[in-house]
């Protein structure tokens, strides 16, 4: 098959975890762009400019399930894939960015009368533009995951981020508008286009010789994908309408802090490791062993983080937004939970995918969301923006009950083996995550008086340096056994081994 190679049936722990760390890299490098671009358009713009355009992409994102099938993960889960369902997969995406978008433009104007605000129409006229591009991106650039290549992966996503974020602030500057962020949207949706097709040789041709095969599996994907945005962009509805513009910009910045573990630290991780997962679900036992190692090592890097976050929530704001934004204060603390649950059941439902089980997990959400929902709502409207938050609280930890014992029903493993590989971690960040909060909001007078861009930094850079050292003595005091800490330590041991021979070497 031109342009897409087949994935080799076996994986390696070097492979994956190469694969993450390029992952990782480029989330790191992810967040410094966007803590420049955060810094520099909360300083140019205002709070109701960032609620006008999330209330825009709420209706977007509604129109954007129309093609949530998912249909990359279906090729990466399907080992036999052949050019037929890549050009399938890539025929849907255009039809459906084309469909997509003339709903949008029906929906322009009804939008912007139930949030009573005629912006809205330009707004949404100019992004559906951005999905109709977005549907031509080349879809060889999954054999980029599949094929574990994730160096040509960072490629294609650092540049992408790279040159959307150039259009944004250049557009920033010129507007100090939210027509900048609007306009930054469709021009990184032309550039993303463009670079896909520079970095990948596959062409695709326009086919639906494997529709049977990809709907057989995607159908579940888009379902998911479906209740999962009514469940999370219910408050966005409800607030935009009832709060207005200002405080919906409070409540989404909030929340793109708070879940920063499972967006922005654990997604890389988990788009690493599903190709892996895939592969080793034939062997029910190997999978599961390494499945274990997986999930404790994501405990370990999203509960401090989480943590830390929880503790530094006021100086943060403070540094990094500014004053205006005292007010996402507290919700940044309700919402670090659902960004800590969010980092573990993200691959725990990974998992039930890659052992062909997408539908259970899309029952469980269905059932979970009519549990759920009308908390959420009701929360929304009673109590604002405040209570959009504890609604999502509940809905997530209702959310982890239930994805666990699906798990258990439908693997056939155990939970109890789990649970150990996570409670060190989660009681170790929960002790640094209150004793940061104690002393962030005054509990020593002596640092409760220091600038809070010194608090910011060295309370987080503290937390971050301890958490491993009560990590290491609890995991110790338990006798040293096998699980995450070990596979952390043996991978930074080996790590540091090969950094010391090659000095040695010179090379």
Known sequence: MAGVASAPASVSNRQVAAGAAWMLLFKVADKCIGLVSTIVLARLLVPADFGLVAMALSVIAFTHLMGAFGFDTALIQRQDATREHYDTAWTFNVALGCLMAAVMAVLAVPTASFYQDERLVAIIGVLAAATVAQGFSNIGVVAFRKELDFRSEFRFLFIKRVAAFGVT???????????ALVLGTVVGNLLSVYISYRLHAYRPRFSLQARADLFHFSKWLFLSNLIGFIGGRSAHFILGRTAGPAALGFYTVAYEIAVMPSSDVISPINRAVYPA??????????????????FGTICIIAAPVSAVLFGIAGSAVDVVLGPKWVDTVPLIQLLVVCGLVGALQSNLYLALTALGKPQASTLLSAVLLVLSLPVVVWASIQHGVLGAAYGLVFQALLSMAGVLILFRQYSGYALKPLLMAVWRPLLCSAGIGSVIYALDTGAIATINSMPAWIRFFGLSLAGLLIYPLSLWLTWRA????????????????????????RMRSGV
């Open 169 to 179: 602030m250049a557009l920033a500057l010129a507007f100090r508008s939210y027509w």
């Open 277 to 294: 997962y895939c592969r080793l679900a034939v062997d029910r036992e190997s999978f599961y062993a390494y499945f274990l190692k997986i």
């Open 478 to 501: 338990c006798g040293s056994p096998a699980g995450a800490e070990r596979t952390v330590i043996d991978f930074l041991s080996a790590r540091w081994y090969q950094q010391v021979e």
